[in-house]
C-alpha cells in the first residue's frame, strides 16, 4: 500500500511560478509511474503529467499546460515534482499525485494510489 502526500500549494499571482511536492511512503517508489491531475469546483478531475519509473519519459496534455509544466522525479527521495510557471488563474484547482503500477498515461482509472491533495490557488 503506497501512501501518497502532496504539498506546496498556496496563493500565487499570475505569471508566477510554484513547485509542487508528493511524496511516496510504505511501497518501493521506483515501482510505479507516477502522475499529476487536478480538479477545479464543479469540473471533471484533469490530467496535467506523468512521468515513467525511471523518469526516462514524460507526458503532458497537448494544450493547457504543455510548456508551462514540468514534471520530474526523484527515486532516492520518493518524490515527483510538478514545475508550475508562467501560471494562469485558470490553474486554480486542487492537485492531486497518483501513483500507476501496471503502467503510465491519461486516464485516471489506471493510477492505483492517490494523494490527498494540495489546493493551488493563481490570483488575477
Known amino acids: 500500500q503506497v501512501q501518497l502526500v502532496e504539498s506546496g500549494g498556496g496563493l500565487v499571482q499570475a505569471g508566477g511560478s510554484l513547485r509542487l511536492s508528493c511524496t511516496a511512503s510504505?511501497?518501493?517508489?521506483?515501482?510505479?509511474?507516477m502522475g499529476w491531475f487536478r480538479q477545479a469546483p464543479g469540473k471533471d478531475r484533469q490530467f496535467v503529467a506523468a512521468?515513467?519509473?525511471?523518469?526516462?519519459?514524460?507526458?503532458y496534455p497537448a494544450d493547457s499546460v504543455s510548456g508551462r509544466f514540468t514534471i520530474s522525479r526523484d527515486n532516492a527521495k520518493n518524490t515527483v515534482y510538478l514545475q508550475m510557471n508562467s501560471v494562469k488563474p485558470e490553474d486554480t484547482a486542487v492537485y492531486y499525485c497518483?501513483?500507476?503500477?501496471?503502467?503510465?498515461?491519461?486516464?485516471?482509472?489506471?493510477?492505483?494510489?492517490w494523494g490527498q491533495g494540495t489546493q493551488v490557488t493563481v490570483s488575477s
Open positions: 497518483a501513483a500507476d503500477q501496471t503502467g503510465w498515461g491519461q486516464f485516471a482509472n489506471r493510477y492505483n494510489y
Open positions: 510504505g511501497g518501493t517508489f521506483s515501482n510505479y509511474a
Open positions: 512521468i515513467t519509473w525511471d523518469g526516462s519519459r514524460t507526458y
